[in-house]
């Protein structure tokens, strides 16, 4: 079992305001690796540093090491974008591309990225995406509908198979419950735990209950830095930090 | 319902409205009704032939309906280009710290009066336009189908110019306004399926389609009644090859502001004025209906 992302002594700081301190990191392929902590702990910004989606933002300066599949994400011959096709990323809030239709949310990628090369094998990219996000028996009959027509549990699983349609090697999950009901909360979870066959998935959550359900590993994060790693069952029955096991039993975050 | 306030807004707000749809009806029917001695005599005939000959109180002003529709396109197409450009370099090149100066110098280039482009436009724009672009291309031999520049360089191409670089700081901030607000998480979706940013600023252009039509449109409609500027660069000379677009022609906005002063000294003049104007504001209202439409409709 190898190593899918890597990070070392990663410092981010935003607007010279430090968020990230130092950051070490190691994520195994085909595991659940859930990172939790409390509210601007520097969560989604670690995600974001990875895939390199933090380059959109102004004022941003990165020191430190991240590799993806043995891709050096940070050296000056990296094109960010390839980064980006190798590390999906869904997002906080569900977004898809709200002028396109069901059909086109999943293709766009493929299709500009050029991993197709015929509509009947982009269709079966759409289908095969749509049916690992457990979506495909709801929408088939509606495929040009817009996406915005869908509930926010179909349009966080539509986010998620848009980012498997690019077959991406890495599926990073940013709170992707955290504005969804229990119903959908329950049935992204089960289909996270299904997807560690395909990708390894690395989830963000500041629910530590979420990571206790879903992870193989645990990693809690506090004020830009990581406090503890482990197992899951290790961590939250043995936590090895007086602040992780405050964290678990739920007394702060 | 509301408050007695709520109310008074209501009333105060519906007033507003009627007084605008009034003051729009009176204007079409103050051009109508001036035009309808000439419409009487000649019906269509001055919208389809060329001869402007007052001594004989002949009014056909096709070459200038033409000559507006033929800038005002031109100009729209440069413009398009130029407002797209800005606005995509503003939203996603120029760092945050210049935005200010740079929107501040756009909005500036929004309130010179048409006068002053006017001169800058015959003094600057059309003997540079002349050297470094008609007469090189009429070397090549394309004055037959462009036309033969005039030795100022006014012509319906420098009006077009000149055209678009007016109308582009209106067109550019809407452009702008709409592409600074496409969500950060809809941007973020975007980048985070490995797109480029070229890819991403086209798909993003696609999202806005209806404001850059809405930009088009205005962009028109202004380029369409522009007067002063326009009179002073575009040679006011009646050509009907208005496609000729090297050589000086009319729009109808500058027939109006040329002929008018000596119109009260014919007969069918000022009536012919007018059904120009009524031609004019059709046309404009026209493809503003269309442009507006086709974004309404996908």
């Known amino acids: 079992m190898g190593i899918a992302v890597h990070v070392e002594d990663l410092w981010v700081s935003i607007g010279g305001r430090d968020i990230l301190k130092g950051v070490n990191l190691k994520v195994p392929r085909n595991v659940v690796f859930a990172v939790m902590g409390p509210s601007g702990s520097g969560k989604s910004t670690l995600l974001r540093s990875i895939n390199r989606i933090l380059d959109l933002y102004e004022g941003v300066s990165v020191r430190g090491n991240v590799v993806v599949e043995g891709v050096d994400v940070y050296d000056s011959r990296t094109d960010p974008s390839m980064v980006r096709r190798l590390v999906g990323m869904v997002f906080q809030i569900p977004n898809p591309i709200p002028n396109l239709s069901i059909y086109d949310n999943v293709a766009l990628g493929p299709k500009i990225n050029k991993l197709v090369k015929s509509r009947r094998e982009l269709d079966e990219l759409v289908r095969w995406a749509l049916e690992k996000a457990y979506l495909w028996e709801e929408v088939k009959d509606r495929l040009e509908q817009p996406a915005s027509k869908l509930s926010g549990g179909q349009q966080q699983r539509l986010c998620i198979a848009r980012a498997l349609a690019m077959r991406p090697r890495v599926l990073m999950l940013d709170e992707p419950t955290s504005n969804l009901d229990t119903v959908a909360t329950s049935e992204i979870e089960g289909l996270i735990v299904e997807l560690k066959r395909d990708v390894t998935v690395l989830l963000v959550t500041h629910n530590p209950f979420q990571a206790s359900r879903v992870a193989d590993y645990v990693a809690f994060m506090y004020d830009g830095q990581i406090v503890e790693v482990g197992p899951t069952g290790q961590v939250f029955t043995r936590p090895a930090h007086k602040l992780t096991e405050k964290y678990i039993t739920g007394r702060f975050g | ?298």
């Not at chain 2, 919208?47 to 800038?71: C, D, I, K, M, Q």
């Not at chain 2, 309130?111 to 050297?131: A, D, T």
Request: charged content about 10%; proline content about 6%; aromatic content about 12%.
């Open chain 2, 1 to 298: 319902m509301g408050s007695k306030r709520s109310t008074d807004f209501f009333c105060l707000a519906s007033a507003f409205n009627v007084v605008l749809m009034l003051s729009v009806a009176l204007v079409v029917s103050v051009l109508v009704l001036r035009s309808l001695p000439i419409i009487h005599r000649d019906g269509v005939y001055p919208l389809v032939t060329s001869v402007w000959n007052p001594t004989r109180e002949e009014y056909g002003f096709l070459f200038a309906l033409g000559g507006t529709l033929v800038t005002a396109s031109l100009a729209l197409l440069i413009s398009l280009a130029l407002s797209v450009g800005s606005a995509v370099a503003y939203a996603e090149f120029i760092p945050q710290k210049l935005r200010p100066a740079v929107k501040n110098f756009m909005d500036l280039a929004a309130s010179i009066p048409s006068v002053v482009y006017g001169l800058w436009g015959l003094r600057v724009l059309s003997p540079f336009l002349r050297s470094y672009l008609m007469e090189p291309l009429s070397a090549l031999g394309l004055s037959g189908v462009l036309g033969v520049p005039s030795p100022a360089g006014t012509s319906f191409l420098s009006a077009s110019v000149l055209l678009a670089i007016m109308v582009t700081p209106f067109a550019s901030s809407i452009i702008r306004e709409r592409l600074l607000a496409v969500p950060m998480h809809v941007r973020e979706a975007l980048y985070s399926l490995g797109l480029t940013k070229p890819e991403v600023i086209l798909l993003e252009l696609r999202y806005i389609r209806r404001s850059v039509l809405t930009a088009m449109a205005i962009a028109f409609s202004r380029a369409v009644g522009e007067t002063a500027a326009v009179a002073m660069v575009v040679g006011n000379t009646i050509n009907p090859n208005f496609f000729r677009v090297f050589s000086p022609g009319y729009t109808i906005s500058s027939l109006i502001a040329d002929q008018y002063p000596n119109a009260e000294a014919y007969y069918y003049m000022v009536p012919a004025l007018f059904y120009a104007a009524l031609a004019m504001f059709a046309v404009g209202f026209a493809v503003n209906v269309l442009l507006l439409r086709y974004g309404e409709r996908r």
